[in-house]
């Protein structure tokens, strides 16, 4: 009996170290897994546009910087001209006007105007010239609207001396102005106008008489002829 107790312990000794080896490895596989470590990596955007697409786009926000930069240098130099610039000085006062001079208004007619200077006594005494004088002159209009009155006549005259006719002689002599304009006619041929105009015996009135024919020539030509 007493040899028989090592056997036995012994075989206990390995039924126990074989069960301590079963309960440990069973309460391994009864473990849950360890949870999965968080990526400490981001993953990259992938950009699937073509390469003329990027390269515009870039172009574009480089273009958009350049021009916020103008702009801000821009304000910023107007910021700086506007402390600088001068304060701008009152416009001068417009000049006054200048009053016509008294050779360009027109002569009024003299209330003891002769009879050959009224309106009425110019145009009767220009028809009985051209009628027993024998030009070639028809009357086209009157202008008496200022002193002296201009008579403009549709004329084929070859030679005017108003001063050998002597119904106009008697009243003018020598003193007469005669204006002679060539225009076309609406048959395509020209024709010469001559305006006649008998010179006033005051020097002032003469002066401005003179000077007065020559816009009245042209308002004449305007107005009364028709080519």
Request: with cysteine.
């Amino acid at each position: 009996m007493k040899k028989s107790l090592p056997v036995v312990t012994g075989v206990l000794g390995l039924v126990l170290g074989a069960w301590g080896s079963v309960v440990v490895l069973s309460s391994r596989h009864n473990q849950a897994p360890p949870p999965p470590e968080p990526a400490s990596v981001a993953q990259a955007v992938v950009d699937d546009r073509c390469p003329r697409e990027q390269a515009l786009d870039g172009r574009v926000a480089t273009l958009e910087r350049q021009l916020k930069e103008a702009q801000d240098a821009r304000r910023s130099a107007e910021t700086r001209l506007q402390a600088v610039a001068p304060s701008p000085s009152p416009a001068p006062p417009a000049p006054a006007p200048v009053p016509p001079s008294e050779d360009s208004l027109p002569l009024p007619f003299p209330a003891n105007a002769p009879p050959a200077f009224t309106p009425k006594g110019f145009q009767a005494l220009v028809e009985r010239s051209i009628q027993e004088c024998g030009l070639k002159m028809k009357l086209e209009a009157m202008d008496c609207s200022e002193y002296p009155c201009i008579a403009w006549t549709d004329s084929q005259q070859e030679r005017i001396n108003m001063a050998e006719c002597a119904p106009w002689a008697e009243a003018f002599g020598h003193k007469t102005s005669v204006v002679v304009q060539n225009v076309i006619g609406a048959d395509g041929g020209t024709r010469a106008l001559v305006g006649l105009m008998a010179v006033p015996e005051d020097p002032t009135e003469r002066r401005v008489a003179f000077r007065r024919s020559r816009e009245r020539t042209s308002s004449l030509l305007q107005t009364y002829v028709q080519p």
